[in-house]
């Protein structure tokens, strides 16, 4: 059995290597999918020129996350591989403090990678997971890809949809359909930021715990609070922050003459 490869806690890129081990891992257990990996790779490209840290802009769509999971009446968080891969304990505890449903949705479904995220989700403290085998029955018209389909006590009749590392059809669906989607996605550009109602543009690693530590804040305030910090937020504008960001920032590094930092801090 080939052992596992030791990422030195030194090595300038460790987090980022634990994260990609992970995945792999992952992989080899049948969780996440081998066009994972390479979503994954684009991802981390986009966290490169956000610095790899999350920027101002994406704490107030983390807020109006929370806000918008908070006052819905049937909340679903969606899980595919590799969210289940790089952020379980984090998905199982926004499902409780949230008091949302978990439902696993994949692109490349198959039985046996259903059950493997379903296993995993259970064993960090789920008491149940929609989406399983048979129990995805209902369909969305408008999406050609096995992520069609849904289970009829989850996000078919969810009001908000938290889709962590999606893809766009089923997002621009899901909104046709009424729902509020909130996204996590690391491109501004992407169909996903675009047709969601909240785009947190950040990693996944960094979002989902921030958003759990948001969410039990929060869970503290009255409902109009909440609202009110839902209808404060505009996801244009919050997209065009994130892009001008990215803009500064590159413009920043070529008047140095230098390139995209490893470490946010050796940009100070």
């Known amino acids: 059995m080939k052992k596992e490869t030791e990422i030195p806690p030194e090595h300038p890129r460790a987090e980022s290597l634990q994260i990609r081990e992970r995945l792999v891992k992952h992989y080899k257990a049948g969780i996440v999918a081998e066009a994972g990996l390479f979503a994954h790779g684009r991802g981390e490209a986009f966290d490169y020129l956000l610095g790899e840290k999350t920027i101002e802009n994406a704490l107030k ?29 984090d998905i199982v505890r926004l499902a409780e403090v949230t008091e949302a449903k978990l439902e696993v949705n994949l692109f490349y479904r198959s039985a046996e990678r259903e059950i493997a995220i379903e296993n995993l989700l259970k064993k960090f403290g789920a008491t149940q997971v929609l989406g399983v085998g048979d129990a995805a029955s209902a369909r969305i018209a408008e999406v050609g890809s096995e992520r069609r389909r849904v ?20 997002t621009e669906a899901l909104v046709k359909m009424g729902k509020k989607v909130i996204a996590i996605d690391l491109n501004p550009l992407s169909r996903t930021a675009q047709f969601a109602t909240v785009t947190i543009v950040d990693n996944i690693v960094r979002a989902m715990p921030t958003l759990v530590e948001v969410a039990e804040r929060l869970k503290k305030e009255d409902r109009h609070k909440l609202k009110t910090i839902l209808t404060n937020f505009t996801n244009k504008k919050n997209l065009s922050e994130a892009m001008n960001l990215i803009n500064q920032r590159l413009s920043k590094l070529a008047e140095k003459g230098t390139y995209i930092s490893i470490s946010p801090k050796e940009e100070q």
Request: aromatic share 0%.
């Open 151 to 170: 289970d009829p006590a989850g996000i078919l009749v969810a009001d908000v949809v938290l889709v962590p590392l999606e893809d766009g059809d089923r």
């Open 61 to 89: 769509a983390i807020e109006a996350a929370a806000a918008a999971l908070l006052t819905a009446k049937h909340p679903v968080i969606s899980v595919n591989g590799n969210a289940a891969a790089l952020a379980t304990m």
